[in-house]
């Protein structure tokens, strides 16, 4: 079905037609959840915005629209606040009917998109040889929401990991190994990661002061570019190293993703530089083939320089990211491509998109978009890092979260004199760590930065994963301790919204749809954060309100099915976010 605000918005375009002719039929009506009740439920400020070009007082636009506008079976008769607001206050039997219709849907009534889209989800990007570390942590959970949003609406994702697996770091890293490890460039699992982390640091410190050495690695990256078998097995060897390493991380995490990083697009280098120059979009200057951008300047104010190929021959992260760029959408007919990365790399990105666009690669039928975000920070507000002043690993990060989870849950156990098998501890606390970790990024506008706390994230009270997770949770209990099968209500069981709490909580179950979509075009996961968070509220006001089982029949059965709707949306909702459920906890 369609969102209540969509239904809404085509009433009102209705009435804009009848009331004002064929040419306002395209005039977005725009109509918003109502900033405070006494407003209703939605408002409309359309009256005001059309003033100026009807030459009308906005109220007078406002009562002619009115009399042409039908919502009757979905509001109570619309009003006119200050200068012309329309206020629209939902019907109960509307929001009752809506209710029982979705208690049997398993999307809850979240429509698929209109016109579903080939979209790519460029996240993660960890380096080859080196951990990842808590910077990491954003773009995956980040990448993997907006990947499950985007497949829930009905759109085809193709999540891609465009990991750093090419480069001078690697001639300089093969180099040192050939010295110091020969066996690791020969024998699977010669090195952990850990170790080649360390060795890579001490390649680096060799690199930089050793000109000897900084030609020979120079020498072997030119041998891993023209195909060297044993170069080659080197790289391959030193890849699959690190990918079992961040295997182990994306299952903790469920997150799946197809790798594709800076090698897949190597041969195809050439030919970037090759239409950049027929194109007449390259420049020679000090030996290196640039293109001056557009809107970007140095410090002297000249126009400022893309470099596309080094002067040494050499290719760097813009002509990679032209080449993806252009294959995406030529090879895989990418009709939206959605980059993850820090805040740090918006300039990179506007300069890529704008050469693709002279280019001509990149079209105004594809959108290209540039998902930023903040740092995490400690709680001293400064980037995170150890005591040492290392950056946090990731792997030792989500450990660290279950374990505290662990703690708190059999302390919790003991209070109640509760005993559960090892298995159930071990589950519950991995859940819960895992989902407090998520849900800390997610519930943050990405663009900012956010402190990381366990205290505060692992709390029950609060925005946090734990307190969704304890909502639905009490759902389940009722279930238990009524012997209810939700699934056995039936679709005929109607629901009644009598009292306040129950109908603040059915007004806002109905919301999901126009959430989600908000999310598609957005981007911003913590929208749904904060749609579950008040959902969460409502359903416990509710609750604490309004009983449930000791209810007579109708309200009995009504009052099940807003707590089974209530679990339902809560579980999906998590799910979109990348967060289980837990039956008890």
Known sequence: MNS?????????????????????????????????????????????????????????????????????????????????????????????????????????????????QHIIVDFSSPNIAKEMHVGHLRSTIIGDCIARILEF?????????????????????????????????????????????????????????????????RQEVVKLQTGEEDSRQAWQLLCEQSRREFQVIYDLLDVKLIERGESFYNPLLPSVVEDLEQLGLLVEDAGAKCVFLEGFTNKT???????????????????????????????????????????????????????????????????????????????????????????????????????????????????????????????????????????????????SNYIFSFDKMLSFQGNTAVYMLYAYVRVQGISRKGNIDFEQLGAEAKVFLQEETELALGKHLLQLSEVLTLVEADLLPNRICQYLYELSQKFNQFYDQCPVLKAEEPLRTSRLVLCDLTAQTLKLGLSLLGISVLERM
């Open 153 to 217: 609406r009905g759109h085809e994702v193709l999540r891609l990991n465009h990991v750093g697996d090419w480069g001078t770091q690697f001639g300089m890293l093969i180099a040192y190994l050939r010295e110091a490890y020969p066996e690791a460039l020969t024998t699977s699992n010669a090195l952990d990661l850990g170790d080649l982390v360390a060795l890579y640091r001490k390649a680096k410190q060799r690199f930089d002061a050793d000109e000897e050495f900084q030609e020979t690695a």
């Open 301 to 447: 104010g000249e126009p400022l320089p893309l470099i596309i190929k080094k002067s040494d021959g050499g290719y760097n992260y813009a002509t990679t990211d032209l080449a993806a760029i252009r294959y995406r959408i030529g090879q895989d007919g990418a009709e939206r491509i959605i980059y993850v990365t820090d805040a740090g790399q918006a300039n990179h990105f506007t300069q890529i998109f704008q050469v693709a666009r002279r280019a001509g690669w990149l079209t105004d039928e594809v959108q290209v978009v540039h998902v930023p975000f903040g740092l995490v920070q400690g709680e001293d507000g400064k980037k995170l890092k150890t005591r040492s002043g290392e950056t946090v690993r990731l792997r030792e990060l989500l450990d660290e979260a279950i374990a505290r989870a662990r703690t708190d849950f059999e302390a919790r156990l003991q209070q109640e004199g509760r005993e559960e098998t090892e298995a159930f501890k071990a589950n519950v606390a991995q859940i819960i760590g895992i989902s407090a970790v998520k849900y800390a990024d997610l519930s943050q506008n990405r663009t």
């Open 4 to 116: 209540i605000i969509e239904q809404l918005r085509s009433r009102l375009t209705e009435s804009l037609t009848v009331g004002f002719g064929a040419d306002f039929q395209a005039v977005e009506p725009m109509v918003v959840p109502a900033s405070n009740p006494k407003f209703g439920d939605y408002q409309s400020n359309i009256s005001l915005s059309l003033s100026k070009q009807l030459g009308q007082p906005p109220r007078a636009i406002a009562e002619k629209l009115l009399q042409h506008l039908d919502v009757t079976g979905i509001c109570q008769p619309p009003t006119i606040a200050g200068p012309g607001f329309i206020n629209l206050t939902l019907e109960p039997a509307y929001l009752e009917a809506q209710l029982s219709n979705i208690q049997t849907d398993p999307r809850l009534g979240v429509q698929l998109a209109k016109t579903p």
